[in-house]
C-alpha cells in the first residue's frame, strides 16, 4: 500500500510541477518545446498506467490504460498493438509533431540546397521560403531567432549559414547529461518509493537547510561540505571496491548501489 494520499491529486500535480520548473528550462534551452515533450511523454504514461494495473492487478484493457493515463483510445490501441508486434513503443504509429525549426533544418538538408541561403529572395532558395514550406504559422523571424540560439545557424549580411558542425553531438556534454539524468532519477526512485511503500525499509533521502546567512557563511558551509564528501565518498567507494571483489561472478551479484550528495543555495 502507499502513504501518498493519491486522492489529493491537484496537490500532488502541484509538487510535480515544482519540478517542472527545472525540466521545462533544460529542455527549452535544448530546443525541445511543449508539443514535441508532450508527445514524447504519451509512451511513458502509457507503460505507467499498465505498470499500476498490474500492481492493483486489475486487466490491462484499452479502457483502463485509457483512463489512468489520460491518453486516448486511439493512442493506447496503437501502443498496445505495436507491443504485440513486439516492437518499441516509440515505433508505434502515433502522431508526434516535430518543431518547425527541427522540421526546416531536415528540409535544408533533404533538399540539399547551399549551406548559406539568403534570408529573403525572389529570384532564388531563400531562408524565409523554406521556412514557409514547412509553416506558414510561424514568422521566418521567429525561427531564425530560435535556430540562431540554438547554434545551428549563424546570420550574417542577411545571409543564414546552416552550421552542420552542431549537428555532431559533443560526447562530453552528453556524458555530463547522462549523469544528471542518473543522479536524478536515483534520488527521485529513493523518495518516491519511500512515500510509496508502507514499510521500514526506506532509502536514506535527506537534506540539511539553512537560510538568513551572509555570502561568507555560504562560501563556508560550501567549501566544508566538500571537505566532508571528499572524506566520507573516500571511504565508501573503498568498502564499494572491497564488496565488488566478494561479489564478483555471484550468480546473485545483480544489483547496483548509488550514493549521492549535492549542494545549492539561493537568495
Not at 494495473?53 to 498496445?80: F, M, N
Not at 529573403?120 to 531563400?126: D, F, G, I, L, W
Not at 556524458?175 to 534520488?187: D, F, V
Not at 564488496?243 to 550514493?259: H, L, N, Y
Amino acid at each position: 500500500m502507499t502513504k501518498l494520499p493519491l486522492d489529493d491529486a491537484q496537490f500532488n500535480l502541484q509538487q510535480v510541477l515544482l519540478l517542472m520548473g527545472y525540466l521545462s528550462e533544460w529542455l527549452i534551452r535544448s530546443g525541445v518545446g511543449y508539443t514535441e515533450f508532450t508527445a514524447a511523454l504519451k509512451p511513458i504514461f502509457y507503460e505507467q498506467a499498465e505498470l499500476e494495473l498490474a500492481r492493483i492487478e486489475q486487466k490491462p484493457t484499452i479502457s483502463a490504460i485509457s483512463l489512468l493515463s489520460g491518453l486516448h483510445r486511439k493512442d493506447v490501441t496503437a501502443y498496445k498493438q505495436t507491443v504485440q508486434a513486439g516492437k518499441a513503443l516509440t515505433e508505434a504509429p502515433v502522431s508526434e509533431p516535430i518543431s518547425v525549426p527541427s522540421r526546416v533544418v531536415g528540409l535544408w538538408l533533404a533538399e540539399g540546397w547551399k549551406e548559406t541561403l539568403p534570408f529573403y529572395s525572389e529570384t532564388e532558395n531563400s531562408f524565409e521560403h523554406l521556412v514557409k514550406r514547412v509553416s506558414t504559422e510561424r514568422h521566418p523571424r521567429s525561427v531564425l531567432n530560435e535556430l540562431i540560439r540554438l547554434g545551428v545557424v549563424t546570420e550574417q549580411a542577411e545571409n543564414v549559414s546552416l552550421q552542420k558542425g552542431q549537428f555532431i553531438p559533443d560526447p562530453s556534454l552528453q556524458e555530463a547529461r547522462k549523469i544528471l539524468t542518473a543522479n536524478l532519477s536515483a534520488h527521485l526512485a529513493s523518495g518516491l518509493h519511500n512515500l510509496f511503500q508502507n514499510t521500514g525499509d526506506t532509502y536514506l533521502e535527506q537534506a540539511i537547510c539553512a537560510d538568513e546567512l551572509t555570502e561568507e557563511s555560504i562560501k563556508i558551509l560550501h567549501n566544508e561540505s566538500l571537505k566532508l564528501w571528499q572524506e566520507y565518498s573516500l571511504r565508501l567507494l573503498k568498502i564499494a571496491s572491497e564488496r565488488c571483489a566478494i561479489d564478483e561472478g555471484k550468480p546473485d551479484a545483480t544489483q547496483a548501489f548509488r550514493f549521492g550528495v549535492y549542494q545549492h543555495d539561493r537568495e
